[in-house]
């Protein structure tokens, strides 16, 4: 493979870059023309574009100037190609930002429906572990720790007991509280 270029046949080369403001990718991804500066375009960061864009990306580093451009979507499927399987590796490539961009929320606002399967592979799973580790009466201390921690199998008292009232009423009392953790007086 030449420095320049990921698969020939493609038409897809690498330029080194700088770091680019998600914004304008995001904003690139829609497909409006985007505004890189000089700073945008000096650095190390490899990104894979189309020839045209590529020959416009150096033309402007070469006379320290920025540009506005236009990438496409196979552009942008090039380069998170090329982050994830053409040796970037784990160093920041796409499957990372995924992660922390699309997975992380989908856990997040699904953990409620998550959470029943989560405790009961972690009910079977934690005392088998300690059991094979030889010590098969720490596997309930450790379930139980994790279930404190976590909050994952703890319950929560009946709805209109007394207990439930108390602990809304502390909840609702911490409210009105004024100020932050460093009120001074």
């Given at each position: 493979m030449s420095v320049n270029s990921i698969n020939p046949f493609k038409g897809y080369v690498q330029v080194k870059v700088g770091t680019i403001p998600e914004s304008k990718l995001r904003k690139a991804l829609e497909g409006n023309a985007v505004r890189l500066t000089n700073a945008n375009?000096?650095?190390d960061r490899v990104m894979v574009v189309h020839r045209s864009n590529a020959?416009?990306?150096?033309k402007a580093q070469r006379s320290g100037k920025g540009l506005t451009t236009s990438f496409t979507s196979g552009e942008a499927l090039a380069?998170?190609?090329?982050?994830?399987?053409?040796g970037a590796g784990m160093s920041g490539g796409s499957l990372w930002s995924w992660?922390?961009?699309?997975?992380?929320?989908?856990?997040?606002?699904n953990w409620s429906v998550i959470k029943p399967a989560v405790s009961a592979i972690a009910d079977v799973a934690i005392p088998a572990a300690a059991t094979a580790l030889g010590a098969p009466q720490a596997g309930f201390a450790t379930r139980g720790a994790l279930k404190t921690l976590t909050g994952v199998g703890v319950g929560r008292p009946a709805k209109g007991s007394q207990e439930a009232k108390d602990r809304m009423a502390a909840?609702?009392?911490?409210?009105?509280?004024?100020?932050g953790s460093f009120l001074m007086s």
């Amino acid at each position: 493979m030449s420095v320049n270029s990921i698969n020939p046949f493609k038409g897809y080369v690498q330029v080194k870059v700088g770091t680019i403001p998600e914004s304008k990718l995001r904003k690139a991804l829609e497909g409006n023309a985007v505004r890189l500066t000089n700073a945008n375009l000096s650095g190390d960061r490899v990104m894979v574009v189309h020839r045209s864009n590529a020959e416009k990306i150096r033309k402007a580093q070469r006379s320290g100037k920025g540009l506005t451009t236009s990438f496409t979507s196979g552009e942008a499927l090039a380069d998170l190609d090329y982050h994830d399987n053409a040796g970037a590796g784990m160093s920041g490539g796409s499957l990372w930002s995924w992660l922390r961009k699309k997975a992380w929320p989908w856990l997040k606002q699904n953990w409620s429906v998550i959470k029943p399967a989560v405790s009961a592979i972690a009910d079977v799973a934690i005392p088998a572990a300690a059991t094979a580790l030889g010590a098969p009466q720490a596997g309930f201390a450790t379930r139980g720790a994790l279930k404190t921690l976590t909050g994952v199998g703890v319950g929560r008292p009946a709805k209109g007991s007394q207990e439930a009232k108390d602990r809304m009423a502390a909840i609702r009392a911490k409210r009105k509280t004024k100020g932050g953790s460093f009120l001074m007086s």
